[in-house]
């Protein structure tokens, strides 16, 4: 069984930074890939950030240029660092995981106000 776990939420100011990480166990990590999402109050979970098995990355448009997803296969992490972070930005962060099905992790809360 995969299990993902997120740390490194916290509340934050407008233009300020915050690095999520997601520990994955059960599994070869390397095959997999990695995701963070986002839902914000009364909103829909959305693709924030991709990166594959081959390193290959990819973003929302909102958050491009801001946000980064990085990966170490050899400690089975995923990184994300979110710097000039906005109000809209304040959400639950999820990992998710996935090969030919996926995993979530529980989620860290992402608060952005001054």
């Known amino acids: 069984q995969v299990q993902l776990v997120e740390s490194g939420g916290g509340l934050v100011q407008p233009g300020g930074s915050l690095r999520l990480s997601c520990a994955a166990s059960g599994t070869v990590f390397s095959i997999f890939t990695m995701d963070w999402f986002r839902q914000a109050p009364g909103k829909e979970r959305e693709l924030v950030a991709t990166?594959?098995?081959?390193?290959?990355?990819i973003y929302a448009d909102s958050v491009k240029g801001r946000f980064t997803i990085s990966r170490d296969n050899a400690k089975s992490t995923v990184t994300l660092d979110m710097n000039s972070l906005k109000p809209d930005d304040t959400a639950v962060y999820y990992c998710?995981?996935?090969?030919?099905?996926?995993?979530w992790g529980q989620g860290t809360q992402v608060t952005v106000s001054a």
């Open positions: 990166i594959t098995s081959g390193g290959r990355t």
């Open positions: 998710h995981a996935r090969v030919s099905v996926g995993y």
